[in-house]
């Protein structure tokens, strides 16, 4: 399925669900051009951003920062 293919299938289901979107945003790139992280990458990042809210919403707590410097992250 093409970019043009894909955005009107979900527009079609979002507007049968009654589910506002944004018709004027760009369409994504094809699958062909999509390089997919690996499950270690994926991983990684998760950690992260929940250290990120953690810290933010433990205010003055610096495991989370450190937890992260432990292990490269």
């Known amino acids: 399925m093409n970019p043009e293919e894909r955005k009107k ?4 289901i979002l507007s049968e ?5 944004i018709d004027w945003l760009p369409l994504t790139e094809d ?4 390089d997919p992280r690996s499950t270690q990458d994926i991983g990684e990042r998760i ?15 610096t495991s ?4 992260l410097k432990e ?3």
């Open 17 to 21: 669900r009654n589910i506002p979107y």
């Open 47 to 61: 950690i992260c951003l929940f250290c990120l809210v953690g810290t933010a919403f433990n205010e003055g707590d």
């Open 64 to 67: 989370f920062i450190e937890y």
């Open 31 to 34: 699958e062909s051009e999509v």
């Open 71 to 73: 292990y490269d992250l």
């Open 9 to 12: 299938k979900t527009e079609a």
